[in-house]
C-alpha cells in the first residue's frame, strides 16, 4: 500500500456467517477521490462499503483511514457518512432536526447548530422544506436531505448506496451535477457503488469493477469503457462481441475464426463493440436476421459463421432488410484486448 | 323472502344480541327497584350513586386498577424488547418462542389459574397479590408483543444505522429513532392490555383471598349476597369507561389498525 492513501482496504474478508461474501480485497484511494463500486448484484460491493461504514465487521484483514487503523472502531466514531439507498430519513422528525441529528449529538446546540444546520440545507437547496417531515417530500428532495444530514457531519469519508437508481432520468442528471457539486466544494472522498456502468462512467473519477467477491478491474472510466482487461468487464461495458484466444487463435462456439493479420500474443481474448464491426466489405458473410432503428444508429443482429454478432452502423447509412446477406469484417486493430476471459 | 329484507333482518337480530344486554344493563341500573330487574321499575339514580358507597367496590377496583396498569406496564416492559429481537433479529428458536408468548390466549384462563393456585400459591405459600400481578402480565403479554411487533414491523430498520452512523450508539438508536416511531402502537398495547386485564375473570377468580380481589370478582360475589341493581350501575359504569378508552385510542392512534 502507498503511503499517500487516504484510505485502504487490506485483505479485507467479509462474510456473512459461513458465506464468503468478499475474499482478500486490495484497494487503496486518495483523498478527495470520486470511487465507484462497480459491479451486478451479489458481488460484494455493498458489502465492501458496509464494512467501510463500520457496520459490518471484517472476518480478516484491515481497513485503514489517514494511515490509522479503524477496523475496530465502532460505526459511530470513524467519521464516515453514508447516504442509504433507501435514504431512511427519520420519519418522526422534520428535515431541520433529521440534519440537525448528528450534530445535537456531538453537542452542538443553540445558534451554531441553526447556522450549520440551515447551511447544510441551503447547499441542497431545501432550506424553505425545513419543517416538514420526510414523508411530505418527493424521493428526490428525501434524497437530498440524506445528503446534507451526511455531510453536516464534515465526513472523511462519504458513502452512496446506488444515489442515482431510485430516480427519474431527469432527476439524475441534477443529483449527478449535485454530488460532483458537493465533492468539489467540500473536497470529501466519495465511494459510491452502482450496478450501473453509466452511472459510474459518468460521475466517478475512478472505477472499481467487482465480480463474486473479488476487484475485476480498477481504472480510470476511459480505461474500463475502452480497455476493459476481461471478458465480464467487456461485456459489463458494452462490448458484446467476446472471443477468447485459444492455442494462438480466436474461438467462436463452433470452431476457429480466420482474421486477417496476427493476433495480439499477450491476450486471452478480443471484444467488439457493435459499432466496431465493419459493415459491407470484409472476408466474412453473414445474414440479417434482425434490423431496428435507435434514431441514431442502425443495429443488426447478424448470423454468422461463429455465431450471432451485433453490429451498429450511423442511421445515415442505407437500411438492410431482414434476410439479406452481408460482408462484414472484425478489424483487430479495433478490437480491446482482454487479459483475462472469464 | 327478499334478499335485502333477509340481509337487514339477520344485521339488526346480530346487532340487538351484541348491544341488547347493554341497554338492558344501562336500562336496570336506573331502576328505582330493589331488585336487579328489566324492565325497570321507575327511574333513580340511587344504586349509580350506591356503587361509589360501597368500600369493597373501591377497594377491588383499586386492585384491578393496580393490575391492569401494572401489568400492561411490566408486559410491554418484556415485550418490546422481545418484540425487537423477533423482527430484527434472525433468531434460531424465534418460532418457538412467538408461539410461547401467545400460549396464555390459548389456553384457557381457568387452566391458568388454576395451575397456579394449585402448583404456585398453596405450596409456596405464594403472596396472592404477587401471583395475580404475574398472571395478569403473562396474560396481557401476548397482545403487547403482537401489537409492538405489527409496527416494528412497518419500521425500516435502516433507520437504525443511520443514526449509529451520525453518531449514536445502538442503544441510543432504538430510543432515538425506534422508539418514537412505534410509540402509537406501543400505547395502542397499552390500551388492548389494560382492557383485557381489567376485564379479566376466570384467572382472577382462583387468584382471590382475604381482601385480595378484582373488581370483576368482587361484583360476582356481591351479587351471591346482594341482588339490588347497583351491580348493573358498575357494569354500565365499566361499560362507558371501556368505550371512553376505545375511542380515543381510535380517535387518536387508529387503533383498528393493530388489532
Known sequence: MSDSAFLSLEKLTLAYGDTVAVKDLDLSIQKGELVAFLGPSGCGKTTTMRSIAGLLKPKSGRIRLEGADITHVSANKRSVGLVFQSYALFPHLTVFENVAFGLRLKGISGAELEVRVVSGLNSVGLTKFANRKPAELSGGQQQRVALARSMVMEPKVLLLDEPLSNLDARLRLEMRTELQRVQRDTGVTMIFVTHDQGEALSLADRIVVMLNGAIEQIGTPEDIYNSPASAFVADFVGFENIFPIENGRLRAGNGPIELAGPLPHDAAGLAWRPRMLTLGSGPFQGTVRGASFSGSAREYLLDTPFGTLKAEVDAALPAHCAGAALAFDLPIEKAAKLKRFN | ?259
Do not use: C
Not at chain 2, 91 to 112: D, K, Q, W
Not at chain 2, 147 to 166: K, Q
Not at chain 2, 208 to 219: E, F, H, K, Y
Open chain 2, 1 to 259: 323472502m327478499n334478499p335485502r329484507l333477509f340481509s337487514a333482518t339477520v344485521l339488526f337480530l346480530v346487532a340487538a344480541f351484541l348491544i341488547g344486554p347493554f341497554i338492558i344493563i344501562v336500562a336496570a341500573s336506573l331502576s328505582a327497584g330493589e331488585t336487579l330487574a328489566f324492565p325497570p321499575q321507575g327511574f333513580s339514580l340511587k344504586w349509580v350513586a350506591k356503587v361509589f358507597e360501597v368500600e369493597s367496590f373501591r377497594e377491588s377496583f383499586a386492585m384491578s386498577m393496580l393490575l391492569a396498569v401494572g401489568g400492561t406496564a411490566a408486559a410491554l416492559t418484556l415485550g418490546i424488547p422481545a418484540s425487537y429481537a423477533l423482527s430484527r433479529y434472525h433468531l434460531p428458536f424465534g418460532e418457538a418462542v412467538r408461539t410461547v408468548v401467545a400460549l396464555p390466549i390459548i389456553v384457557p384462563g381457568i387452566i391458568v389459574g388454576l395451575a397456579l393456585l394449585r402448583y404456585l400459591v398453596v405450596p409456596f405459600n405464594f403472596n396472592i397479590t404477587l401471583a395475580l400481578f404475574l398472571a395478569h402480565t403473562a396474560l396481557v403479554l401476548p397482545y403487547s408483543v403482537r401489537v409492538v411487533s405489527a409496527s416494528l414491523n412497518n419500521l425500516r430498520s435502516d433507520i437504525e444505522e443511520a443514526a449509529v452512523l451520525l453518531g449514536s450508539s445502538r442503544a441510543g438508536a432504538f430510543f432515538r429513532v425506534v422508539m418514537p416511531n412505534i410509540r402509537s402502537g406501543i400505547l395502542a398495547a397499552f390500551i388492548l392490555g389494560f382492557v383485557t386485564s381489567f376485564n379479566q375473570v376466570p384467572v382472577s377468580l382462583f387468584l382471590s383471598g382475604p381482601g385480595v380481589r378484582t373488581l370483576p370478582i368482587d361484583m360476582l360475589s356481591y351479587m351471591e349476597i346482594t341482588y339490588d341493581p347497583s351491580v348493573a350501575a358498575l357494569s354500565a359504569l365499566l361499560a362507558f369507561m371501556s368505550i371512553g378508552i376505545v375511542f380515543l385510542a381510535e380517535r387518536f392512534l387508529g387503533f383498528s389498525r393493530y388489532v
